[in-house]
């Protein structure tokens, strides 16, 4: 019989596995992971309430979260690179303003932002925001599609 793991119908979000802050590099491509890990994986339908808090070196996915404030309720991811290749990492909580001047109306229309791999180097000047919807939705450097913000 198959198990099936539910988002609770009171609203609250959690986790199903003391392990699911090491899974969530597989958020968006397991199913069972995003079953298993709501919180982590970003698929609880709900305003953000928290976001992972970082500021570069200790980005890694594996950093604290942190409860946003009511006029912050986005989470707001910061990449910037630069042209020797390295490339600097922020994790914030993010207002409405924020996610519509830094993601809508710049970032998001840039290839380079759209395609963005942290796994290759680019030698090149440039910076990336990313602002997502969800608990915990900015855990990964580009968070999953479907968690991108989008104007109301």
Not at 17 to 43: I, N, R, S, W
Not at 125 to 149: I, K
Request: proline share 6%; glycine share 4%.
């Amino acid at each position: 019989m198959e198990t099936l793991f539910l988002v609770p119908t009171d609203g609250q979000c959690i986790d199903h596995d003391p392990e699911c802050y090491t899974l969530h590099y597989a958020c968006g491509a397991v199913d069972l992971v995003d079953k298993l890990c709501p919180l982590t994986c970003a698929v609880c339908k709900s305003k953000t309430k928290t976001c992972h808090i970082c500021t570069d070196p200790f980005c890694d996915g594996t950093e604290p979260t942190q409860r946003c404030p009511p006029d912050e309720p986005y989470c707001l991811n910061t990449v910037v690179n630069e042209v020797i290749g390295n490339r600097h990492i922020s994790k914030t909580c993010g207002s409405e303003r924020d996610c519509v001047l830094l993601w809508s109306d710049q970032s998001s229309n840039d290839t380079r932002c759209r395609s963005y791999d942290v796994d290759q180097v680019y030698n090149e000047a440039f910076s990336c925001y990313y602002c997502c919807e969800g608990n915990n939705c900015n855990s990964q450097v580009v968070p999953l599609e479907h968690t991108h913000f989008r104007i109301h």
